[in-house]
Nanobody
Framework: VQLQASGGGLVQAGGSLRLVCAAS????????MGWYRQAPGKQRELVAA???????NYADFVKGRFTISRDNVKNTVYLQMNSLKPEDTAVYYC???????????????WGKGTQVTVAS
């Protein structure tokens, strides 16, 4: 199973970016999907998560600004980021709980990350 994230970049404060993460490989089902971020010198932290049924959970620091969504047919999760602030600068990672096809084993997978830089 591979997770490929894209959509990061450089944006001015107040701007928007949309991150996309597509899962591929031998997938039977994907349960929770989420986005995390890690700024230099800080620990990785949860940004937002979404269940297969569409229930969402957000970190307080992004509520009202970011929206997570997913397409279960495409095995893809999105993060729409609006009103970006310089403190949102970080590497953003996608994460998924996957049940693989064939053996039906459960595993947790990470994408490689995409850099988001917000200039003041």
């Amino acid at each position: 199973v591979q997770l490929q994230a894209s959509g990061g970049g450089l944006v001015q404060a107040g701007g928007s970016l949309r991150l996309v993460c597509a899962a591929s490989g031998s997938i039977f089902r994907i349960n929770d999907m989420g986005w995390y971020r890690q700024a230099p010198g800080k620990q990785r932290e949860l940004v937002a998560a979404i269940t297969s049924g569409g229930s969402t959970n957000y970190a307080d620091f992004v509520k009202g600004r970011f929206t997570i969504s997913r397409d279960n047919v495409k095995n893809t999760v999105y993060l729409q980021m609006n009103s970006l602030k310089p403190e949102d600068t970080a590497v953003y990672y996608c994460n998924a709980d996957v049940q693989t096809a064939g053996d039906y084993a459960y595993g947790n997978y990470w994408g490689k990350g995409t850099q988001v830089t917000v200039a003041s």
